[in-house]
């Protein structure tokens, strides 16, 4: 009998514009991961669970008010269909209003088996659905996009890239900013000298152990100038 093979981590996307995150999943390391199947992506079109012939999935506002919401009906058909096929470690909502994303957040998350992200749009979702399906809501930042796809793909590009496997140098996502709580020191790479602009000579020493005390006094340096608020934050990473 064949072995059935293990995927580290499958991911839902729920939309109402299904191209528009499409793309970010066809390029580069991400791409990589979905092929060398470390990570299987499914996005679903909401409008597949409207329940009348229009597609609709949204509503006008109970109380008035200008914009519109995303109906309960639709995203619940959605989210019990999928639920039939596997039991799901979370179901994330995009929302600006939702916890601020970071690179612990994109440590933990990339520690699940599966999830369910729901994009929201318009003036967002029915709140029954928060209240009864969402087990997290994040948000990429303190702004407001027009959907929640961008947001869903930024997640998904944090969390994806730290899957074991997924980078072929395997320390290489473990030295990203941030990783340590630090922003990474300046990085060169050949010329060496570009009309007069010259790449640090340490760099070019080949002693191994001088680089690393220098890179990472670099990465102090920057950190304290651009984000302090980065040496407040004692939280493990
Ligand atoms: N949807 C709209 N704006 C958002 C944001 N800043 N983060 C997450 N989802 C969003």
Redesign the pocket.
């Given at each position: 009998m064949k072995k059935k093979k293990h995927i580290p981590l499958h991911i839902d996307i729920i939309t109402v514009l299904p191209k528009l995150i499409e793309s970010p999943f066809e390029h580069s390391i991400v791409k990589r991961a979905i092929d060398k199947k470390l990570v299987k992506v499914n996005i679903i079109n909401l409008r597949d669970y409207a329940s009348d012939k229009y597609k609709h999935v949204d509503d006008y506002m109970y109380g008035g008010g200008a914009g519109m919401v995303m109906m309960i009906e639709p995203i619940a058909k959605c989210i019990e269909a999928l639920k039939k096929k596997r039991t799901y470690d979370e179901i994330i909502y995009?929302?600006?209003d939702?916890e601020l994303f970071d690179q612990k957040m994109a440590n933990n998350i990339s520690l699940l088996k599966n999830f369910i992200i729901l994009c929201?749009h318009y003036k967002g979702v029915d709140e029954r659905v928060r209240e009864h399906f969402i087990t997290k809501e994040?948000?990429?930042?303190?702004?407001?996009?027009?959907?929640?796809e961008l947001?869903a793909a930024v997640v998904c590009d944090a969390v994806i890239r730290l899957i074991p496997g997924v980078i072929s140098d395997e320390t290489s996502a473990l030295t990203d900013s941030f990783q340590d709580g630090l922003i990474s020191p300046p990085a060169y790479t050949r010329p060496a000298d570009f009309k007069g602009m010259k790449v640090p000579d340490i760099l070019l020493s080949g002693n191994t152990k001088n680089i690393e005390e220098w890179r990472h006094e670099k990465s102090l340096e920057r950190t304290e100038k651009r984000r302090p608020d980065l040496f407040k934050d004692t939280s493990p990473r």
């Amino acid at each position: 009998m064949k072995k059935k093979k293990h995927i580290p981590l499958h991911i839902d996307i729920i939309t109402v514009l299904p191209k528009l995150i499409e793309s970010p999943f066809e390029h580069s390391i991400v791409k990589r991961a979905i092929d060398k199947k470390l990570v299987k992506v499914n996005i679903i079109n909401l409008r597949d669970y409207a329940s009348d012939k229009y597609k609709h999935v949204d509503d006008y506002m109970y109380g008035g008010g200008a914009g519109m919401v995303m109906m309960i009906e639709p995203i619940a058909k959605c989210i019990e269909a999928l639920k039939k096929k596997r039991t799901y470690d979370e179901i994330i909502y995009m929302s600006p209003d939702g916890e601020l994303f970071d690179q612990k957040m994109a440590n933990n998350i990339s520690l699940l088996k599966n999830f369910i992200i729901l994009c929201g749009h318009y003036k967002g979702v029915d709140e029954r659905v928060r209240e009864h399906f969402i087990t997290k809501e994040i948000s990429i930042g303190d702004y407001v996009l027009s959907g929640g796809e961008l947001a869903a793909a930024v997640v998904c590009d944090a969390v994806i890239r730290l899957i074991p496997g997924v980078i072929s140098d395997e320390t290489s996502a473990l030295t990203d900013s941030f990783q340590d709580g630090l922003i990474s020191p300046p990085a060169y790479t050949r010329p060496a000298d570009f009309k007069g602009m010259k790449v640090p000579d340490i760099l070019l020493s080949g002693n191994t152990k001088n680089i690393e005390e220098w890179r990472h006094e670099k990465s102090l340096e920057r950190t304290e100038k651009r984000r302090p608020d980065l040496f407040k934050d004692t939280s493990p990473r």
